[in-house]
């Protein structure tokens, strides 16, 4: 039976950018990062308001469409209760449509801000292998959602479900203390849909062979052998075909590797992110043209997802 929310409930969520694919890792391998979008929910006695701040501000749907409320429905049914009406509240600081994982943190998000409601009625919430799962059935595939959920670095895959669809699933991993994090940011913004659509549907042999080699050393280089990195980060399945589409993100991404960085795609683009284990990245590269394009910060590793009851939550 469905236990309906009293009015009054407030609960809020911090939850991570994410940086996908890491070169080979093609749709397996996350990176949660250092910069938090934040969600408040309070229950009320019916409607749906939702305030945006931040990133995607005046850009976003006020509706149930918008897809933190797409979560938050997500998570009660999942948890077995229905709110009368809400009040939703997100101060976004993740970039959208520059594959920092902005859309699985809102819908992580809104799955996991449920727990701090329904924690206030003695209920169980959902399990991190539940939001895991919910979050993925938005995505499609497990590896940016897996990294909101877990923070840090994570291994993700999927298995057909016995009864159709799929089951998403995450394990984490210790990144090393040594790797520091520079993410470089455009204005430029991106699809999703649109550059995968400029992947190959069959690939060689040859070229299956060598991404799965890079992936399985770049497990070992994020973890225990960060010297491994620029041979670990090497990809031929879906950067080539992207950086056509994003010359200016190609660009900056060779420049770093002529420098020694190992530096990436952030999932499809056109965001780059560097793994290092310097100090800082080279200041002849800072001041090249190829990065003039890009806000170029050191970020953390993002940690994973929180929620509490009746207060903010600060990334």
Not at 131 to 144: A, K, R, T, V, Y
Not at 179 to 191: E, G
């Amino acid at each position: 039976m469905v236990q309906l929310l009293p009015t009054g409930l407030t609960a809020s969520v911090a939850v991570a950018a994410s940086s996908a694919n890491l070169g080979p890792g093609f749709d397996s391998l996350g990176l949660a990062l250092g910069l938090y979008d934040e969600v408040v929910v309070e229950t009320v006695e019916s409607g749906l308001l939702v305030h945006v701040e931040g990133e995607g501000a005046g850009q976003v749907p006020l509706t149930s469409d918008h897809l933190v409320v797409q979560g938050i429905l997500r998570g009660l049914q999942e948890a077995g209760v229905a709110a009368p009406g809400m009040v939703v509240r997100c101060r976004n600081a993740i970039p959208h449509s520059r594959g920092l994982g902005s859309s699985a943190a809102a819908v992580v998000g809104g799955l996991a801000v449920v727990n701090g409601l329904v924690a206030q009625l003695d209920r169980p919430g959902l399990s991190q292998a539940q939001l895991i799962q919910l979050s993925s059935e938005f995505e499609g595939h497990p590896d940016n959602a897996a990294a909101a959920v877990l923070g840090g670095a994570v291994v993700a895959w999927t298995a057909e479900a016995a009864e159709g669809g799929a089951d998403y699933s995450a394990a984490s991993l210790r990144l090393h203390p040594d790797i520091r994090l520079f993410p470089a940011i455009p204005q430029l913004r991106s699809s999703t849909a649109e550059t995968r659509a400029l992947l190959p549907e069959q690939v060689s042999h040859r070229d299956a062979r060598f991404n799965l080699s890079r992936a399985a050393l770049l497990v070992v280089a994020l973890t225990e052998r960060p010297d491994l990195l620029m041979a670990a980060t090497e990809d031929v399945l879906h950067q080539p075909q992207r950086g056509a589409a994003q010359p200016e993100s190609a660009a900056f991404l060779q420049l770093l590797r002529r420098h020694g960085i190992a530096a990436v795609l952030s999932g499809a683009g056109p965001a780059v992110i560097a793994l290092t284990t310097a100090g800082q990245l080279p200041a002849e590269v800072l001041a090249s043209p190829e990065a003039q394009a890009f806000n170029v910060t050191e970020m953390s590793a993002g940690h994973a997802v929180k929620w509490n009851s009746g207060v903010a939550v600060a990334g």
